[in-house]
Every structure is written in structure tokens, then in C-alpha cells.
């Protein structure tokens, strides 16, 4: 071995010493890295799992678990959901902090916590504001507020609270307790109740049950005695006053009312209930559900029975509600339920009366009524029965885009009683029947003829018979994380059958009309007409009962008085677009509609006895000029529009600001496109304007929250009518064109919750609702026969038949699981007299209501999932007396009497005294 070998062999040696050497370094320097990252790891791990909580969250009413509930720790995207006992288990990264715990329809809790550990049992209260989840169906298609980002001002009832305190009231009285709502009369007779929002009657407040339109389409009213069930099958009730969230081409002047009825329920169970009431009032119901089956199908069912003598004199009522709902979910994209509800009912009526009449008859007299051998009869009873049915179809295309569709139809059948002929009445101003019979013994051949040489009398039925087909469809699209898309379509066709048949003949062999061919001249013409009609002899009677109706056939010979038809048919679209952030969100809203009308007048306009111009009844005597022969009046289109925009900022969870505008040209309604409910078109009528302005401010907080709500709504273009008896005891009817009122206020409301047991809540509006410029003005009589025509200056005259200012205080007491104490005060003031558009407007007294109720519940069965509750109510506790609304504006004049600083001629309601109901329940 060289030299030169032995130093080769050695530095060779040095350079895989020193790669060993390094091999061990990168090896120890990678295993430091690694235990280090391991350390950070364990440390990381320990440091954000500190423990895990535990809990319970129950009903606080019914003691109760509630599945599903939501249990994220605040301030995290950290959550968890309770099982079918209501139990939960959350790990959290912290040693304390704070659980938010909600679930729909109740009040969130913060819990604080200390990990790891249990919390105590979390007891959740109902909220009587809050409406999220009673939509089950038509989620597409029933517009709550919820729904729509930007705010507005809007009061929620759930189901609860309507069970609870709507006793033997109509539906419109779980209102009451919210902000610009005034409901008066209910003395008139079951279900004969008027609400009106912001000043603003019935037909400019939108109705819409399950999303679809429920108000008259002849002249946008509402005939609460139709929707006697309403509370009974409501599971939430919403107001929206003013614009509203419909995307509807609707009617919502005043607001929107959005009932939403139940639906199939999820889970078996069933329910019954008995209510007794003053004046003999009874109720029961039961309802059943079967819950949704493993194959997707369901069914829930309701029946109800009412019957009662009424608050005030000759008020007897009686009648049914059936709830029929059938679902089916095939899959996790479609849903389908189809719905039956009516409420047959017949209910006797009262009409306002001179307050000089109370004071000698006593404050529930009503001289409607009347006794012959004893037996009571009346003479004003309405009847009816208004079956809708309705197939929803929900459709969730996909994770952005759904399809709601309801297709819906309702058959009414029923009308309303009065007289025909001469009437006669007692000393004490009621019917006098026991003479009505001797008079209609003296007739010949005991025919008795309207306007004839005879005296007699009859009771008629005002037949009001329709059949109505609609469809609504919403398509809604997530065009973005914050941009969504609606538009749909909103299609309806109505046929209406209005004609008077004998109810009664009271010994009478028959009845027909006068067949005297009428002229301008003379004082009796039949339904305001001065051509030829019908003048068929009526020989049958058709007893005022709405399930009778609902099946009778009435042949045309048998219709006297009047007989006319008419088919409205209604085409919209509509759309929105609203664009939503955390802080800001804004929309649009707009729709079209078209809208066609035609009057069918078979008996004034006979055109068939009609010969070469001259009647065929007897008389050959040729037609009055201007006089048609056309039983078909000409169709009538109109177009209407509107547009709707809405902005929110949000600056923080509790604040929110809105501000929203709107635009409506409104079709002038059926009744007001026919002069005189003749064919002949009105030449005033033309499409109503409204214009609206709203803002507000919102304040929210787990105790406390509150909402400020301003607004402006401006209504031209108007017609609106009005109806009293006259010093003669002769119904008439005053109509005024081309009105143009002015509605502005502002409005507060509140809620305090200070513990878990004790809420308060309050509200509080004051409005500024007058008249503006000259109108044209028409008195006319019961037949629609003219009476006088001018024209007037209305400017600055107050729109009466609601309190301008308004105020009110309520409070809830739980006293332990089982029972709880609820109170609520209102105030009225600032009310004037119901007589339409006038310059000088009659205020009526203020007043104040305090109800009254307790609530005891009783879990029972082996696991306390069901219940029993006992509820009582007292309305009007102390016993105030009110007068709740006047027809008639008759001021005091030197030598007047009065009343509480009111002419004793003008005719008026007073409110119910006190009252009372208590009801049993059973959940199961």
C-alpha cells in the first residue's frame, strides 16, 4: 500500500464521519421539530377542549322536552341540537362562557356555563310574538315578514294566544292588543265584527288565507260570520299595516292580515276542548292527527260545534266548523296537502238604533225580533256556508331554487233575511207578528203583492250565491349568497248569484211585485231600475238555513224582487327582487293585473218578454227611452298596477332601521262600476291611486325590545259607501265619489320580559286621518232608488268608524309550571262617527277595556306528555260603558237631549259589558 493509498483511505474515513455526524444532526434536529409540533399540538388540543356541558331543554308552560332545539355557544359557529328528550351534550373550548338556547315559537335563553359541568334545566317560554314555522305548506306562497329581509311593521298572534283569549269573540279580536286596530260590531251579532287598520276599512285591508286572497271580490269586504271557524283552525295570525310583504297585486291600503290555517301535523296526537260562555253559549271541538307515516302520507281532522243566545236581545246563533287535511312527502323535494275547512253558521242580527231608544228599552234592546203564539222569530237572520278547498304543492328544485303552487276554489251559499211588504210593529218597536198574520188573512186569495192595494208582508231571503277558482304560483331563485329572485303569477274567476227568494210567507198562499211597468216618475221601482222585470208568481219558501242552502236548487220563477249574476274574472303578475347582507338589505316589489267585469239582469232587463219594444206582461205599452232590452251589460276591463320598494340598514343585532315606499293604481271594485246595481256603467268610477310612505326604527335585546313605525298613505280617486236608517226607519246608503283621504301616524309597540315568569308588553298610536278637496255625493234607499245627488266640500273633515288614537298595556304572570295570570288594558279616543266622507264630524266619548285571564295547566300520563288546561276569561272586567261606533253625526242643539254630551237621536252600538267564557282542554 502506497502512501498515496493511506491518505486516500483516511479521508475517506473523515468524510463518512463527518455524513454520520450529520446524518445524526438532521435526525435529532427533525425529532426536536416533531416533538415540538407535537407539544404545540397536545397543547393546541387541551387548550381548545376544556370540557364538555350537558343539559336539558324543556317547555316552560308544559314541562315538556323540546326535540330539536338549538344549543351554540355564543360568539361561535359551535353547536349542537337536543334529542327526542330534549337532552343535549356540546364540547366546549373554553372554562366559561355562554350558551345561546332557541327553539321556533319561543323566547331564547343565554345560559352561562362553567366546564366542565351540567347545566340546570333550561326552560324556554313561548312567544306570543312569534310566528316562524307555522308554515308547513305554501312556503312559497304565504307571505309572512320573515320572509322579507327589509323590515316592517307587523304584530304576530300564534296559535296559542288565539286559543287562549278569543273565548266566544270573532278572530279579528286577537288584534285588538296591537297598534293602529280597531274592531267594533260585535253588537251587531255573531261574526258581524269590523277591523279596520290605520282608519282604513275592511275592503282596503288585504286578507289572504294560506297566502291566497279571502276578500269579496264584488266589493272587497269581509263577512267575518263566514270565517266562524278562523280561530278554531288558525295557527298563527299575522298584520302587516301598511305595505306589507304580499307580493300580491292586493288591496293592502290599510295592511295585510295573513291567516295561516294548520296543516297535516308531523306527530300523532289529537285534542278536545269544551267552552261554556255567558248567555248560554256552548263550544266544543276535537280535533285528531295521525302524523306522517314512514310512506309520507298524514291526516288531521277537526270538528266544532257553537251555539248561543247572544249578548243583546234577538242575537241567537248557532254553527259547525269541519278542518279536513290530508299530506303527502314522497320525497325531501315535494310536499303536497290538500285542505277542506267551512263554518256553516246562522246568527241573528241587531242594528244600530237612536240611543234615546236604549235609554227607554234598556242597553241590549233590539227590535229586530218579535214573538206570534209565543214562539220568537226574527226578522234579520244571516245564514251561511262557505266550503274552501286547496291543493299546495311545494317543490324544492334544489338548494336555490323552489316552486310553491296553490290551486283553491270556495262555493258560498247562503244570504240574509228582511221584509218585504208593510211591516208592523209593537209599542216597544219590535215586530209585531201576531198582527202581521191577522193583516195577510185580510189578503185575496192570499196573494200578496209588493206595493200592492193590499197590505202585507213577507220575509225575504237576499240570496248571495258564488263559485270562485284560483290559482297562485311562486318561483323563487338564490340568484347569489345575497340577491334572490321571485315572480309568479296570481290567476282567479268568480261567478256571483244575487236574487231574493220568500223565507216566510206568515199565512200568505204566494208574493209577487207590482207588474206595473215603472217609469222615472214613480216612487216604487224594483231595485233602483225603470224598465220592465220579472214578475213570476213565488209560491215556495226556502228556509234561512246555511246547510239548506247549501243543497237547494232555486228555480227562477220562484225569485222575486231581483235576480242578476255577474263573473268577475282577474289575471296578475308579480315579482320581487331583494338584495340582503348582514347590515344592509333592500327590495323591490311590483305586479300587474287585469281585471274583467259583466252584469247578467235577466228580471230588470226581461228581454225576452220584450217584443217589437213594447212588455209582454199585460200592459203593451212601449219601453221608456234610454231603456235596453240587454239582459248581458257591457264587459267592462280595467288595468291595474303597483310598485313597491324598501330599504334596512342593520347596524348591529339590536338595531334596525327601514324605510319603504309604494305605489297602487287600484281597479275600482264590481259594485262600483254599475250604477244602482242596474247595467248601466258609472261614468266617475276610475282606478283608485295610493301612494305610502313608511319608516321605522327597531330595538331588540334578550329582555327588552321595541318598534317606532311612521307613515303616510295618501288614497284618491275613492268611492265609498256607507249605510244607516234614516229618522223613518227606511235603510239607506250614501256613496261618495272621487273622495281622496289622507291617512298619517305614528306608531309605537313594546315588550319586557324582567324575568322568566313576568312579561309586559304595550303599544301605543296616534293618527291624523282627514279628508282632502270635494266630492260628489249620492243618498240612495235599500232598493238603490236615488234620493239626492250634489256636491260637497269635505276638506279637513276627520274619517271616523275608528279611534285615532289608541292606547294599550298588558301583562303575563307564570306562578310556577302550572299556572299564569295575564291582564290587558286598551284606551280609545280620538273616534268619530262611521258617516262616510263629511266636513264637521261628530267625536264620540273615549273609553277604556280591561280583560282579564287565568290559565292552569296539568301535565299528566305516565311520561307528562300530555295535558290538561283550564282557561277563563273576563272581558270588559269593569263593566265599562261605551259607545263603540255611531252612524249617524247629529250634533246638540239648544233643547236637545243628550247622552254623555251626544244628540240622543244619533243611532249607535254600545259595546258588550262585562262578559265571560271558560274553556277545558285536553292535549293527547
Known amino acids: 500500500m502506497t502512501l498515496i493509498n493511506v491518505l486516500l483511505i483516511l479521508e475517506i474515513k473523515k468524510y463518512v464521519t463527518f455524513a454520520a455526524k450529520l446524518k445524526e444532526h438532521l435526525i435529532l434536529k427533525k425529532m426536536k421539530k416533531f416533538f415540538f409540533a407535537m407539544a404545540m399540538f397536545l397543547m393546541t388540543a387541551i387548550a381548545f377542549s376544556q370540557g364538555t356541558i350537558t343539559g336539558t331543554v324543556l317547555d316552560g308552560e308544559l314541562n315538556e322536552p323540546l326535540p330539536g332545539a338549538s344549543v351554540v355557544v355564543q360568539g361561535t359557529t359551535n353547536g349542537t341540537s337536543t334529542d327526542f328528550d330534549g337532552k343535549f351534550t356540546i364540547e366546549v373550548s373554553q372554562n366559561t362562557g355562554t350558551l345561546i338556547v332557541s327553539y321556533i315559537g319561543f323566547v331564547s ?21 312569534e310566528l316562524d314555522g307555522v308554515v308547513v305548506i305554501g312556503t312559497g306562497i304565504i307571505d309572512l315578514a320573515n320572509d322579507r329581509q327589509t323590515p ?30 280597531y274592531v267594533s260590531g260585535q253588537s251587531g251579532g255573531f261574526g258581524d265584527s269590523n277591523m279596520r287598520v290605520r282608519g282604513f276599512e275592511q275592503d282596503n285591508t288585504a286578507f289572504l288565507l294560506n297566502g291566497q286572497p279571502i276578500n269579496g271580490m264584488e266589493d272587497g269586504l269581509m263577512y267575518w260570520s263566514n270565517w266562524s271557524g278562523m280561530s278554531d283552525i288558525a295557527n298563527g295570525v299575522q298584520i302587516q299595516r301598511g305595505l306589507g310583504s304580499s307580493k300580491l297585486a292586493i288591496s293592502s291600503v290599510g295592511g295585510t292580515v295573513n291567516f295561516v290555517t294548520k296543516a297535516t301535523d308531523q306527530e300523532q296526537g289529537g285534542f278536545a276542548y269544551a267552552t261554556i260562555a255567558n248567555n248560554d253559549y256552548i263550544k266544543t271541538t276535537a280535533g285528531y292527527n295521525t302524523g306522517i307515516s314512514e310512506k309520507g302520507f298524514g291526516l288531521s281532522v277537526m270538528l266544532t260545534h257553537w251555539q248561543g243566545d247572544g249578548y243583546n236581545e234577538g242575537m241567537f246563533g248557532e254553527g259547525q266548523t ?64 262557505k266550503p274552501v278547498a286547496n291543493l299546495n304543492w311545494d317543490w324544492n328544485i334544489n338548494s336555490t331554487t323552489n316552486l310553491s303552487t296553490v290551486l283553491y276554489a270556495s262555493w258560498g251559499r247562503g244570504g240574509g233575511t228582511g221584509n218585504l211588504g208593510n211591516r208592523i210593529r209593537t209599542d216597544e218597536g219590535r215586530i209585531d207578528y201576531n198582527a202581521i198574520y191577522a193583516q195577510n188573512a185580510q189578503v185575496t186569495n192570499g196573494i200578496g203583492v209588493n206595493f200592492g192595494d193590499e197590505p202585507a208582508y213577507i220575509t225575504r231571503s237576499s240570496m248571495n250565491l258564488h263559485s270562485w277558482y284560483g290559482m297562485v304560483t311562486n318561483f323563487e331563485k338564490e340568484l347569489s349568497d345575497n340577491l334572490t329572485l321571485n315572480f309568479g303569477a296570481d290567476l282567479r274567476t268568480y261567478y256571483g248569484e244575487h ?59 220562484q225569485k222575486t224582487d231581483y235576480s242578476n249574476d255577474e263573473r268577475i274574472s282577474y289575471g296578475g303578475l308579480f315579482t320581487q327582487l331583494e338584495y340582503a347582507t348582514d347590515k344592509v338589505s333592500a327590495f323591490f316589489q311590483g305586479s300587474i293585473s287585469s281585471q274583467s267585469h259583466q252584469r247578467f239582469d235577466p228580471y230588470q232587463y226581461a228581454d225576452q218578454s220584450l217584443v217589437d219594444g213594447t212588455s209582454s206582461q199585460g200592459t203593451g205599452e212601449p219601453l221608456p227611452a234610454g231603456i235596453t232590452d240587454g239582459v248581458d251589460s257591457e264587459k267592462v276591463n280595467n288595468f291595474g298596477y303597483n310598485a313597491k320598494a324598501g330599504f334596512s340598514y342593520n347596524p348591529s343585532e339590536e338595531h334596525s332601521f327601514y324605510v319603504n315606499t309604494g305605489y297602487y293604481s287600484r281597479q275600482p271594485y264590481h259594485d262600483n262600476i254599475y250604477l244602482n246595481f242596474t247595467n248601466a256603467i258609472n261614468p266617475l268610477t276610475e282606478n283608485e291611486k295610493i301612494f305610502g310612505l313608511e319608516a321605522g326604527y327597531g330595538f331588540t335585546s334578550s329582555i327588552f325590545s321595541a318598534n317606532l313605525n311612521l307613515y303616510r298613505t295618501s288614497w284618491k280617486d275613492r268611492v265609498v259607501t256607507n249605510s244607516r236608517f234614516d229618522d223613518a226607519g227606511i235603510l239607506t246608503f250614501n256613496t261618495t265619489f272621487g273622495a281622496e283621504q289622507l291617512h298619517s301616524g305614528i306608531e309605537v309597540d313594546f315588550k319586557v320580559r324582567p324575568t322568566d315568569d313576568l ?17 260628489l255625493t249620492r243618498l240612495s234607499d235599500e232598493n238603490r232608488n236615488i234620493l239626492s245627488e250634489e256636491i260637497e266640500d269635505y276638506d279637513g273633515g276627520k274619517v271616523g ?43 264620540l266619548p273615549s273609553f277604556s277595556i280591561l280583560d282579564a285571564g287565568v290559565t292552569y295547566t296539568v301535565p299528566v300520563g305516565a311520561d307528562k306528555t300530555k295535558s290538561i288546561k283550564l282557561r277563563a276569561n273576563v272581558n270588559n272586567l269593569l263593566n265599562t260603558e261605551y259607545i263603540s261606533e255611531s252612524a249617524t253625526a247629529n250634533f246638540v242643539e239648544a233643547g236637545d237631549e243628550t247622552f254623555d254630551g251626544l244628540n240622543v237621536s244619533n243611532q249607535v252600538y254600545f259595546g258588550f259589558g262585562t262578559t265571560w267564557n271558560l274553556t277545558l282542554r285536553y292535549d293527547f
Open 322 to 385: 269541519y278542518f279536513i287535511s290530508a299530506g303527502y312527502r314522497p320525497n325531501d323535494s315535494h310536499n303536497f296537502n290538500i285542505l277542506l275547512t267551512g263554518a256553516p253558521q246562522f246568527h241573528d242580527q241587531n242594528f244600530t238604533k237612536p240611543i234615546s231608544d236604549y235609554l227607554e228599552y234598556g242597553k241590549r234592546y233590539n227590535n229586530n225580533w218579535g214573538v206570534y203564539n209565543g214562539q220568537y222569530m226574527t226578522e234579520r237572520r244571516n245564514f251561511y256556508h
Open 152 to 181: 316592517i311593521a307587523v304584530s304576530s298572534i300564534p296559535a296559542k294566544l288565539i286559543q287562549e283569549k278569543i273565548g266566544t269573540q270573532d278572530v279579528t279580536m286577537t288584534l285588538v292588543n296591537t297598534p293602529s286596530v
Open 759 to 775: 312579561s309586559f308588553n304595550g303599544f301605543a298610536s296616534l293618527g291624523d286621518w282627514i279628508y282632502k278637496g270635494a266630492s
Open 109 to 129: 335563553k343565554k345560559i352561562r356555563f362553567t366546564s366542565p359541568g351540567e347545566v340546570q334545566q333550561i326552560l324556554l317560554q313561548p312567544n306570543s310574538e
Open 801 to 843: 268608524g275608528a279611534a285615532q288614537f289608541s292606547g294599550g298595556l298588558g301583562a303575563v304572570y307564570r306562578i310556577g309550571q302550572k299556572l299564569s295570570l295575564d291582564a290587558d288594558w286598551r284606551f280609545y279616543d280620538k273616534l268619530y262617527a262611521d258617516v262616510g266622507t263629511i266636513k264637521e264630524n261628530l267625536e
Open 499 to 557: 236574487f231574493r227568494v220568500v223565507s216566510d210567507f206568515h199565512g200568505l198562499n204566494g208574493w209577487r211585485e207590482d207588474i206595473r211597468l215603472l217609469d222615472p216618475n214613480n216612487d216604487h221601482q224594483p231595485y233602483g231600475s225603470f224598465g220592465t222585470y220579472k214578475s213570476s208568481l213565488a209560491t215556495e219558501s226556502y228556509r234561512p238555513s246555511a246547510w239548506s242552502a247549501t243543497f237547494d236548487d232555486y228555480p227562477e220563477e
